[in-house]
């Protein structure tokens, strides 16, 4: 059957779906692109509000009728992953020369769409996306490979554990049958219930954040500003001591020890030490 053309519904199911968009090819297979690299770069941006988003990219994948709408999943982790280029390029001080950083953001992107790409079946898409989800999720992949869109589940569902995980495949097992309307019906009815029910843990008072980035402005902490100045004196005086790793002991230890005598502070048991690797 052409893509073009309308099913024929039994008047059961009728109901759950909505009605057909005829688009040529190309124009559906350029609209399967650009949502999905929205649905990367707006889910992975860093706003918490808009990471759920992610969790949307395997409903986009069971629109494709043909092999290149498969690439979508491309443009999701192209999108979702160009940051890593000025990282790699800040953490690996590259300079001007891109080749490294880029080389990380193209196995990153391939890797992460291999699945996809690779399990692709268009009579069993659901399965395909469910398999590929899977893959993603399980070692060697799961340990190179970063915008899984199951972690979005965590803002859908929070606090339901393997419930969550487990909504959003059953979601995409039944996509097909129920059609995109009562699925998104049924994806924001249990967000909202999931959200009614959830209480935020409790603040442990003995979690500190401490910036290790020395050289660099000291954290400002409200609860207590004696670990600020702690923080201050410790990235002053490690700064002007030289490490050596002869010793047993950890270098990050040895230098918390020596910036708390010098300071004349007693070690603080909040402190997070830590000293460029030898």
């Known amino acids: 059957m052409n893509i073009t053309e309308t099913a024929t519904a039994s008047p059961s199911r009728a109901r759950w779906r909505i009605p057909s968009i005829h688009l040529p090819d190309q124009a559906r297979t350029a609209v399967l692109f650009v949502t999905s690299a929205a649905i990367g770069g707006a889910g992975w941006s860093g706003d918490p509000a808009l990471t759920y988003l992610a969790l949307l990219i395997p409903f986009v994948y069971l629109h494709s009728r043909r092999r290149l709408d498969t690439l979508c999943v491309v443009f999701y982790y192209a999108a979702a992953t160009w940051s890593v280029i000025p990282g790699a390029q800040g953490f690996f001080r590259t300079g001007h020369n891109f080749v490294l950083p880029l080389a990380i953001w193209a196995a990153l992107v391939a890797l992460g769409s291999a ?3 690779g399990f692709y079946s268009r009579r069993y898409l659901p399965v395909s996306a ?3 989800l899977t893959a993603l999720a399980l070692p060697p992949l799961s340990l190179v490979t970063v915008a899984h869109p199951l972690i979005a589940a965590g803002h859908w569902f929070p606090g339901t554990r393997w419930f969550g995980l487990c909504m959003g495949i059953i979601l995409i097992a039944v996509y097909r049958r129920f059609g995109a309307t009562m699925t998104l019906a049924v994806l924001i009815a249990a967000s909202i219930a999931t959200h009614a029910r959830f209480h935020h843990p409790v603040h442990d008072p003995h979690i500190f954040a401490v910036n290790t980035n020395f050289g660099g402005e000291p954290t400002h902490d409200a609860i207590d500003s004696r670990l600020e100045f702690e923080e201050r004196v410790i990235q002053q005086i490690a700064l002007a001591i030289p490490t050596r790793c002869s ?3 950890s270098p990050s ?4 020890m020596e910036c708390t005598k010098h300071a004349g502070l007693p070690p603080s048991r909040n402190s997070s030490f830590s000293t460029p690797a030898c």
Do not use: K, M, N, T
């Not at 230890?253 to 918390?256: R, V």
């Open 130 to 132: 469910i398999v590929a």
């Open 247 to 249: 010793s047993s002991r």
């Open 253 to 256: 230890f040895q230098i918390g």
């Open 115 to 117: 699945p996809w790409l």
